[in-house]
């Protein structure tokens, strides 16, 4: 059974970069492609981008500027970083499998709730 | 930009009932690329129904789901108690490439 768990700070200071990792266990990153959604308290999802174990990468246009992702496949893992952060940003941040040729999220992190605040 | 409205916005209905949820899309869709994900509080979201009609793995068959072009359904043909949560719209292939619905709540009347 495929697992994915998040891990990083839960606060972070306006202006400066969120960091995030998600962990893939019970199976490969290989050949699929990774994604992160967030969820502002209380709202909807927002899809962020994904990776893929290819290399590729595809990013909302909202937020493109701000946001980079990257795959370590030694570890089983990608990342998202997303700079500049404002209070607006705060949210969970869900990472889960999908993106590419995969029209749909089949498996998801339990999420991780981030806080912009100074 | 695909706008994705779900309706309406919150269900209340009792165990044992049937809920028709509703997922119209602004522009015509590709049925494939059209998804369903049940949320619970403090949970992630689940992939109900993907393909507009297919179940997921582990989904149980009174989910169902249907519809074309711009119109798609979800329907839980007897609700039970653990069925209760938000009920989100997806859908794959314009800009951004992945949009979801504001979701439907179901709530126990």
């Known amino acids: 059974q495929v697992q994915l768990q998040e891990s990083g700070p839960g606060l972070v200071k306006p202006s400066e970069t969120l960091s995030l990792t998600c962990t893939v266990s019970?199976?490969?990153?290989?050949?699929?492609?990774w994604s992160w959604i967030r969820q502002p308290p209380g709202k909807g999802l927002e899809w962020i981008g994904y990776?893929?174990?290819?290399?590729?990468?595809n990013y909302n246009p909202s937020l493109k500027s701000r946001v980079t992702t990257s795959l370590d496949t030694s570890k089983n893992q990608f990342s998202l970083k997303m700079s500049s952060v404002t209070a607006a940003d705060t949210a969970v941040y869900y990472c889960?499998?999908?993106?590419?040729?995969?029209?749909?999220?089949?498996?998801w992190g339990q999420g991780t709730l981030v806080t912009v605040s100074s | 930009e695909i706008v994705l409205t779900q309706s309406p916005n919150t269900l209340s209905l009792s165990p044992g009932e049937r809920a028709t949820l509703s997922c119209r899309a602004s522009?015509?869709?590709?049925?494939?690329?059209l998804a369903w994900y049940q949320q619970k509080p403090g949970q992630a979201p689940r992939l109900l129904i993907y393909?507009?009609?297919s179940r997921a793995t582990a989904i149980p068959d009174r989910f169902s789901g249907s519809g074309s072009g711009t119109d798609f359904t979800l329907t839980i043909g007897t609700l039970e108690p653990e069925d209760f949560a938000v009920y989100y719209c997806?859908?794959?292939?314009?800009?951004?490439?992945?949009?979801f619905g504001p979701g439907t709540k179901v709530d126990i009347k």
């Open positions: 889960a499998r999908g993106g590419g040729d995969v029209p749909n999220f089949d498996y």
């Open positions: 019970g199976g490969s990153i290989s050949p699929y492609c």
């Open positions: 997806q859908h794959y292939g314009s800009s951004p490439l992945f949009t």
């Open positions: 522009q015509r869709v590709t049925s494939g690329y």
């Open positions: 990776i893929c174990y290819s290399g590729g990468t």
């Open positions: 393909g507009a009609s």
